[in-house]
């Protein structure tokens, strides 16, 4: 079984700054893309960042660009989300995923495995 299991979210003040973590366990994916998205309440899942399996390449939503910096240990089989200067809009469940195919690392459908969430609130 395949678990991909999230910790470090909470309550932040705006402007403040906050490391996801998300442990890979039960199989190695460093051969794998590794991606982060959010959802909000009433919101579709959306895109955060997404690293690739040598770390050699990094995407980024337009709306957390120069913020937000996505990384991997392979060794750990862990990737992290470090997110600063948190806007109250930056609120949401973030879930980290696994994408196995070749779809565009954007796209929720390229991910097959995916963690249970944790959340992310930043007060204004």
């Known amino acids: 079984q395949v678990h991909l299991v999230e910790s470090g979210g909470g309550l932040v003040q705006a402007g403040g700054s906050l490391r996801l973590s998300c442990a890979a366990l039960g199989r190695t994916f460093s051969w794998y893309t590794m991606g982060w998205f959010r959802q909000a309440p009433g919101n579709e899942r959306e895109f955060v960042a997404a690293?690739?399996?040598?770390?050699?390449?990094?995407y980024y939503a337009d709306s957390v660009k120069g913020r937000f910096t996505i990384s991997r240990d392979n060794a750990k089989n862990t990737v992290y989300l470090q997110m600063n200067s948190l806007k109250p809009e930056d609120t949401a469940v973030y879930y980290c995923?696994?994408?196995?195919?070749?779809?565009?690392?954007?796209?929720?459908?390229?991910?097959?495995?995916w963690g249970q969430g944790t959340q992310v609130t930043v007060s204004s």
């Open positions: 995923a696994v994408a196995t195919g070749s779809a565009s690392v954007t796209l929720v459908y390229a991910y097959d495995y």
């Open positions: 690293v690739s399996s040598g770390a050699s390449r990094t």
